[in-house]
């Protein structure tokens, strides 16, 4: 299980760093609130949460594209999240330990997500963790996002380290092809947002993990 040579470890944010979905549902059920309609139950949009702000006004407000408000309810799920961003969010249990053990080693850690910079940053620096992470990498930083290797390549760039000897944690399937396609080690967060209808199995990772913890025994 150990991986010899481990020189970097990098996070997903939403689902595999932070425990980021009581917000962003909150988000989504005070606009239906807001239009006189019943609330949500929490466990029917949490693992909707890694697949971002469009896929949850999609399943929350049962509406696409094609509806006339759908950009404008985009932008006021948006300005709700960001006003509230990290109101219940927080690392997962077991994550600060992983943290600090990788900190004690020098080990550089990274965040590689989708989200795009402005709420990225806005709440890694409320969580207190920008002073802590060696590199975060947004939705926006390239051209290209995961599934595609090159955000994940750019990180190992920034911080020196070879893709092969690096582990990329995440709780979705673009979050392992990514991985996979830069030559990293890849682990998949169970603990994350992963509906029970996908077949992590296929995703080809080197490894799976139930709790953030047992990242260490990898390294």
């Not at 299980?1 to 595999?16: A, P, S, Y």
């Not at 985009?74 to 109101?87: C, G, T």
């Not at 219940?88 to 080693?105: D, R």
Request: net charge negative; glycine share 6%; aromatic share 6%.
């Amino acid at each position: 299980m150990k991986i010899q040579n481990i020189e970097c470890v990098l996070f997903d944010l939403d689902g595999t760093l932070l425990d980021t979905a009581p917000d962003m549902v909150d988000a989504i059920n005070q606009i239906l609130i807001d239009k006189n309609l019943k609330p949500k139950p929490y466990n029917d949009l949490r693992n909707i949460v890694s697949h971002g702000g469009a896929a949850l006004i999609k399943a929350g407000l049962e509406i696409d594209e094609s509806d006339s408000e759908y950009e404008q309810l985009l932008k006021k799920f948006l300005d709700i999240y960001k006003a509230n961003i990290a109101n219940k969010t927080s690392l997962f249990p077991g994550m600060e330990k992983v943290l600090n053990k990788l900190e004690k080693e020098q080990i550089p850690w990274g965040i590689v997500t989708n989200k795009p910079h402005w709420l990225t940053s806005d709440l890694v620096n409320k969580l207190e963790l920008d002073t802590r992470t060696n590199c975060i990498i947004s939705g926006d930083t390239l051209s290209q996002k995961k599934p595609h290797p090159a955000p994940l390549l750019h990180a190992c760039k920034i911080l020196n380290v070879a893709p092969e000897n690096t582990i990329y944690v995440g709780d979705a399937q673009r979050d392992i092809e990514a991985g996979n396609n830069a030559s990293m080690h890849t682990l998949i967060a169970l603990f994350g947002y992963i509906d029970e209808k996908e077949k992590t199995e296929l995703w080809q990772a080197d490894g799976l993990i139930e709790k953030p913890e047992e990242i260490l025994k990898w390294i």
